[in-house]
Structures are given as structure tokens and as C-alpha cells.
């Protein structure tokens, strides 16, 4: 199923439908500020281990995941005084950042590398923003790619 969402004003519908699917352990393709992610519940190891296949990426590999604004990483990362001033800067953005996770024991351990730690986004993207509000946590987040590592930017595409 293809929804069609407003880039700057996603319409309440659409976001709720893939937070629904979200929820249930589905996966969703959503556009971020650099290209389209694959996206799953950080809360769903089923759905994280089919992105794993989808991806054909090894499990000792951790995908990042997206949040909704800096006080909801503060939630999952532990955020330094210098890590705070800088991600203040540049969030909303293209950027992951590598945290020191916290609360691990939320986490399936897929999601924490053997660092402990988590890589973080924020994109600027409303659309990604919302779907993370509305799940109420963070998705898995990984690049819409073909089997070459060629992104992909043809939602239809990406579906198939």
C-alpha cells in the first residue's frame, strides 16, 4: 500500500495509518531530508530482524533510529553537555549521531552495538517527525537501497 502524505503538512490520517503499522510490526518506507528510509517499531524484534532481511545486512551491523526532537533523544541516549550543544545546532538534519545508549534494557539487543551505543537521527523531515510522535518511540531507520547499495528515490521502487 502506497500513501500519498504531504511533505510539510502531513495529513493526521496517513501518519496514523503508518504508525498503526508501525504498531503492528510492520515496516514503512518514509521520505527523511536525504533519501527514503525503511523504518520499523524499535520495539518490534520481528519487524527489526525482517528489515535485517530486507536490507540483507548483517545483525553485528546496528541500524540507527529516528527520533522526534532532542529532548526525546535524551529518552534512549545519554547526551553530554558538548553532545547537547552541538546537536542543538544541527538538529533537525542530516546527521546521526553515536551515543552512549540508555535504558538498554528497552532495547531488543539488535539495536545497541557491543559499545553500547546507539546511532540517533532527527531528520528534517515532518513526516518522519510525525510518525515518531504519533508511534510514541523511535523507529529503526536504514536507507531505501537496491540490492547494490544504489539508493533508491521511487517510492513505487522501493515497494517492490
Not at 2 to 13: A, D, G, K, Q
Not at 40 to 65: G, M, N, T, W, Y
Not at 138 to 152: H, R
Given at each position: 500500500?502506497?500513501?500519498?502524505?504531504?511533505?510539510?503538512?502531513?495529513?493526521?490520517?496517513?501518519?496514523?495509518?503508518?504508525?498503526?503499522?508501525?504498531?503492528?510490526?510492520?515496516?514503512?518506507?518514509?521520505?527523511?531530508?536525504?533519501?527514503?528510509?525503511?523504518?520499523?517499531?524499535?520495539?518490534?524484534?520481528?519487524?527489526?530482524?525482517?528489515?535485517?532481511?530486507?536490507?540483507?545486512?548483517?545483525?553485528d551491523k546496528p541500524f540507527s533510529?529516528?527520533?522526534?526532537?532532542?529532548?526525546?533523544?535524551?529518552?534512549?541516549?545519554?547526551?553530554?553537555?558538548?553532545?547537547?550543544?552541538?546537536?542543538?545546532?544541527?538538529?533537525?538534519?542530516?546527521?546521526?549521531?553515536?551515543?552512549?545508549?540508555?535504558?538498554?534494557?528497552?532495547?531488543?539487543?539488535?539495536?545497541?552495538?557491543?559499545?553500547?551505543?546507539?546511532?540517533?537521527?532527527?531528520?528534517d523531515s515532518a513526516v518522519a517527525?510525525?510518525i515518531v510522535r504519533e508511534l510514541?518511540?523511535?523507529?529503526?531507520?536504514?536507507?531505501?537501497?537496491?540490492?547494490?547499495?544504489?539508493?533508491?528515490?521511487?517510492?513505487?521502487?522501493?515497494?517492490?
Amino acid at each position: 500500500m502506497i500513501l500519498t502524505v504531504h511533505s510539510e503538512n502531513p495529513e493526521p490520517r496517513a501518519i496514523r495509518k503508518a504508525a498503526e503499522i508501525l504498531a503492528a510490526g510492520g515496516t514503512v518506507v518514509y521520505p527523511t531530508d536525504t533519501v527514503y528510509g525503511i523504518g520499523c517499531s524499535v520495539d518490534r524484534k520481528d519487524a527489526i530482524e525482517r528489515v535485517h532481511l530486507i536490507k540483507r545486512q548483517r545483525r553485528d551491523k546496528p541500524f540507527s533510529f529516528v527520533c522526534s526532537d532532542l529532548k526525546h533523544i535524551s529518552e534512549y541516549a545519554h547526551v553530554g553537555n558538548a553532545a547537547f550543544k552541538i546537536m542543538k545546532r544541527l538538529i533537525p538534519g542530516p546527521y546521526t549521531f553515536i551515543l552512549p545508549a540508555a535504558r538498554l534494557k528497552r532495547f531488543p539487543s539488535i539495536l545497541v552495538s557491543k559499545r553500547k551505543t546507539v546511532g540517533i537521527r532527527v531528520p528534517d523531515s515532518a513526516v518522519a517527525r510525525a510518525i515518531v510522535r504519533e508511534l510514541g518511540h523511535p523507529i529503526l531507520s536504514t536507507s531505501a537501497t537496491d540490492e547494490e547499495g544504489n539508493v533508491l528515490h521511487d517510492p513505487a521502487e522501493i515497494a517492490e
